[in-house]
């Protein structure tokens, strides 16, 4: 194959499929094209890097320069980015093909992709449900084959819940591992992009490409990366995973705790030893995580004017009512729910009894880990409670929705290292088994997770 066939054959399928899936945002096939020449054009040369030619799809979070990066948004519908993000500048000298940007929840504020300005996305498992989010379109794109891989964001499961609802593997790297410039900022001390594949291997080759320090991002850390695509094969002997009570309680679906129980058991013939531990503060993580998020956001998107960029409103009166009109109609329902929350936890009177008081609890939350990876090497559980739900099933139940992301949150507040594998089917749609590691430890997470597929 070469590279200009591999990317027509995928925008081939987009151009067939995505009137279903509704994956794509954007899709830049004359971009798409000419890059795969050039990457034919190295391949020719001798290049052997391992992601040249090879196309893929970005979240559209991720700046793109001279490509719309609409963030799912009304707001930034029009936003024609002047940079890259260095995500996409690191995979682009890598040698990657852009197909397009991918259907988000707007601003990445949602768990199932229905709160996108262009509407659904939908699992192409079964269309009548939702690939979850906010990384439902990467997710559904790769699921669908529409393109190999995908990049995604994760701020409290956005990698890996859409990952666990298509049946793909997703991982959400160690906060700081990777660059955060160019990705426009939901919740600063917690979004963290990652790779989204069919496979650990294929993430460890996009991570890989990903990763490492940029002196642009002053929270992007020097920890030096490994290779993470050398570990992969290592024996799972020795290796001790634990097991959070309170992941395994009532809130867990009979059907996809089975599945997590078989994923465990081929853990254990492999080598590995199941050791059951606590996380006795796990269960603020939704109130702890309510508050922090829209904080964080109230004050991001404050940046939202209708001066700077974005969507400017007709005929503005004044500067308050452009400043207003802007905003009430650039943004949806669900990002203002969370700008007045954030608004109203930071505000004097109240910060100290929400925003302060959920600050001490992530403090705690992150505790937890650290006294469990005393006892073992990696903590594992369901990614989410159950499998994809229909569209509008929780639309109007906002608190519903977020209960999805119980297992998820945790593991952003305290910054470490989630993946979710494909561990089979309940009812025809998928589950996902997810893996915990220690800061920076990524590599091992791709490890277990290769040996289980
Ligand atoms: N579902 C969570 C939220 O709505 C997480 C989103 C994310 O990780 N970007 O905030």
Known sequence: FSSVELTRCHLDRIRTLDGTYNSFITVDESGAL???????????AGETAPLT???????DIFCTRG?????????????????????????????????????????????????????????PWDSSCVPGGSSGGSAAAVAGMLAPMATG???????????????????????????????????SSLDQAGPMARSAEDCALLLNAMAGHDPLDSTSSTESCPDFSAGLEAPLSGLRIGLPRQYFGDGLEAATGDRIRAALALLEQRGATLVDVDLPHTGLSIPTYYIVAPAEASTNLSRYDGVRYGYRCEQPRDLHDLYTRSREEGFGDEVKRRILVGTYALSAGYYDAYYKKAQQVRRLIRQDFIDCFRQVDVIAGPTTPGPAFALGAKTDDPLAMYLEDAYTLAVNLAGLPG????????????????????????????????QLQ
């Open 67 to 123: 490509l719309r990066t609409s963030c799912g948004s009304r707001m930034l519908d029009n936003f024609v980015p002047p940079y890259d993000a260095t995500v996409v500048t690191r995979l682009r000298e890598a040698g990657t093909v852009i197909l397009g940007k991918t259907n988000m929840d707007e601003f990445a504020m949602g768990s199932s992709n229905e709160s996108s300005f262009y509407g659904p996305s939908r699992n």
């Open 34 to 44: 000419t890059a795969a020449a050039e990457a034919d054009r190295r391949l020719a």
């Open 153 to 187: 964001t994760d701020t409290g499961g956005s990698i890996r819940q859409p990952a666990a609802f298509c049946g793909i593997t997703g991982l959400k790297p160690t906060y700081g591992r990777v660059s955060r410039l160019g990705i426009v900022a939901f919740a």
């Open 53 to 59: 030619g090879i196309p893929l799809a970005h979240k």
């Open 419 to 450: 993946m979710s594998l494909p561990t089979g089917l309940v009812q025809g749609r998928p589950v996902g088994l997810q893996l915990i590691g220690r800061h920076f430890e990524e590599s091992r997470l791709l490890n277990v997770g290769h």
